[in-house]
């Protein structure tokens, strides 16, 4: 079976964002970037798969800027056997991006598709489900358990208050919760082969998508400040508090 | 033209989000009909029909969506979309998984985890988990919206809308439901609770946990983590609040031991209340708190848990 994942480059999670004052977006100049980490759950998932020996080939894509081939780069270090850069400038909403998947998908026919649940930068959880509904495909949405056999994946996913386990037929799209794996790090000497294995290099126009932007961002701010807080000297004190000021216990 | 709502509820009861998600439909305007999808739940759509401003209550009763599976649920949204201007459900993890599909069915964005409604199609959504608040605009003839539930007051329940019947049995045949592990606990669920305590790497080891639990106890409280805690691997992950765990807006929120890294303040930051007992009195997490207590976690916890 072949596994194909995709992976977003976004500003590394530890980066204090610091919004723009014309309220454009968020500076990015200058930003350390990195793998999405539900992404590099999702890459570490299918290396996984690929030594139970469920997996045959990897297939990683990512979608942005020239630069977002380091981040393909990073997932060939981590085990995939081969990646698809998909060239575009803009910032692409989930929708585009999904239908440039589902033409990936069509292309490479692959039995299963890991998704990371969200990308840390625009926060949206969708782009995995889309994906599915354009393809038509099972959706196992924030896994943290995968296993297939019998022409099916089992998927238990995090729900709000448990876990609900779900099969599903293949082809199917899985999107990683955190709990699903620990992913691992690249060894220098698998960094160095990774710069050998082969990485096309795509447009969308090379799949016909119409990228348009459906939202417009009208502007972007910092959230509201915090009144700064009272520093109490006891237990006492605190619980007085509490009770009668803030009336919340 | 009207906006339906989709109602998140486990058969026998509407769950609380759903009241808060017809709040922010009632700002955005228009006739609002909720959909009830599942099998028996007909005690779900009785409540339905009580949340004041809403017009009509539409019953998909039908195996097929006994356990809200996507693919299913979005088929039925689908084959009702027709009329509607707004499609709204909760941030849910229910409401997270099904939208999406409807969305892309109907070739529009989606618009995830709205905080605020300013008009009929601009609305305001955290980015870059809530360090950056974004104003977007849509073009698309169909607004599809997921609501962030804590953003929102509950709607009233004095209503009493009309019930009616879909006959629809929409089947995508391509999973099935399994089994379901829902934890097992006498506390509220982390997102949903009102009073949080949650600690971090100061807690030392896992046992010590037990201290706020003996808290969370007294308080009705759920208890959460700080990543540092969970990676440090004194409790399990799902417990995780921050950037890349859960999300939580309750009334009060104590950190216990929390420094206050970015990315747990990401994740809570929004708590109506903050309180933090901590023996760094420079730890960051002071800037956020309400009230801050500067002693030993140690001896501060069992004498607040005495207290309370």
């Avoid at chain 1, 309220?23 to 030594?51: H, T, W, Y």
């Avoid at chain 1, 942005?64 to 060239?87: F, V």
């Avoid at chain 1, 082969?193 to 969308?204: G, I, M, S, V």
């Avoid at chain 2, 339905?48 to 019953?59: D, E, N, R």
């Amino acid at each position: 079976m072949k596994v194909l994942v995709s992976v977003k480059r976004v500003i590394d999670y530890n980066v204090k964002v610091r919004v723009k004052s014309d309220q454009s977006g968020v500076d990015l100049a200058n930003v350390k970037m990195a793998m999405n980490p539900f992404c590099e759950i999702a890459v570490e998932e299918a290396v996984r798969l690929k030594e139970a020996g469920v997996a045959e080939e990897i297939v990683v894509v990512s979608i942005g800027p020239k630069s977002c081939q380091e981040q393909i780069r990073t997932a060939l270090a981590l085990g995939a056997d081969r990646g698809i850069q998909i060239e575009t400038d803009e910032d692409l909403e989930s929708l585009a991006v999904a239908k440039l998947l589902a033409k990936v998908v069509e292309e490479e026919q692959p039995g299963l598709v890991i998704l990371g649940k969200q990308s840390i930068d625009s926060d949206n959880n969708q782009t995995g489900q889309m994906l599915g509904a354009l393809t038509e495909m099972p959706q196992g949405t924030f896994a943290s358990e995968v296993a297939v056999a019998d022409g099916k994946v089992a998927v238990t996913r995090e729900i709000d208050g448990g876990l609900q386990t779900v099969s599903l037929d293949l082809p199917a799209i899985v999107t990683t919760d955190l709990r699903l794996n620990e992913p691992r790090y690249a060894s220098l000497p698998n960094i160095m082969k990774a710069k050998r294995k082969p990485l096309d290099t795509k447009t969308p126009a090379d799949y016909g998508v119409e990228t348009a932007a459906r939202l417009k961002v009208l502007k972007v701010e910092p959230p509201a400040e915090r009144q700064a807080g009272i520093i109490v000297g006891s237990v006492d004190e605190l619980v007085e508090k509490l009770k009668n000021e803030a009336k919340v216990i | 033209m009207g906006i339906l709502v989709i109602a998140e509820h486990d058969n026998a009861a509407l769950k609380g989000a759903t009241l808060n998600t017809v709040a922010a439909a009632q700002q955005i305007g228009g006739d609002i009909d909720l959909l009830v999808a599942g099998e028996n739940c007909g005690a779900a759509a009785e409540e339905a029909a009580k949340i004041a401003g809403v017009s009509k209550v539409l019953v998909a009763d039908n195996a097929a969506y006994a356990h809200q599976l996507a693919e299913n649920l979005a088929l039925l949204v689908l084959e009702l979309a027709d009329g509607y201007s707004h499609i709204l459900a909760s941030a849910t993890t229910t409401g997270k998984n099904f939208m999406p599909r409807v969305a892309a069915k109907l070739d529009v964005a989606q618009i995830s985890d709205i905080i605020a409604v300013e008009s009929a199609d601009t609305f305001q959504r955290p980015i870059y988990a809530g360090n950056a608040i974004a104003t977007v605009q849509s073009s698309d003839a169909v607004k599809v919206i997921t609501v962030r539930s804590t953003a929102f007051d509950a709607a009233a329940t004095d209503g009493s809308a009309s019930v009616e019947t879909v006959a629809a049995a929409c089947d995508a045949g391509k999973s099935a439901f399994v089994k379901e592990e829902l934890a097992q606990s006498d506390r509220p669920e982390l997102t949903a609770a009102s009073v949080i305590i949650s600690g971090g790497r100061g807690m030392g080891n896992g046992e010590n946990f037990e201290l706020l639990e003996k808290v969370a106890d007294k308080l009705g409280a759920a208890v959460g983590a700080s990543r540092a805690a969970v990676d440090a691997g004194f409790v399990p992950n799902d417990m995780q609040v921050g950037q890349t765990g859960k999300i939580v807006a309750p009334e009060l929120y104590i950190a216990v031991g929390i420094s206050g890294a970015i990315q747990h303040l990401a994740g809570m930051k929004d708590s109506k209340f903050i309180v933090a007992i901590n023996k760094d009195e420079e730890a960051p997490i002071f800037s956020v708190a309400d009230y801050g207590l500067v002693a030993d976690l140690f001896e501060a916890v069992p004498e607040l848990e005495s207290k309370l």
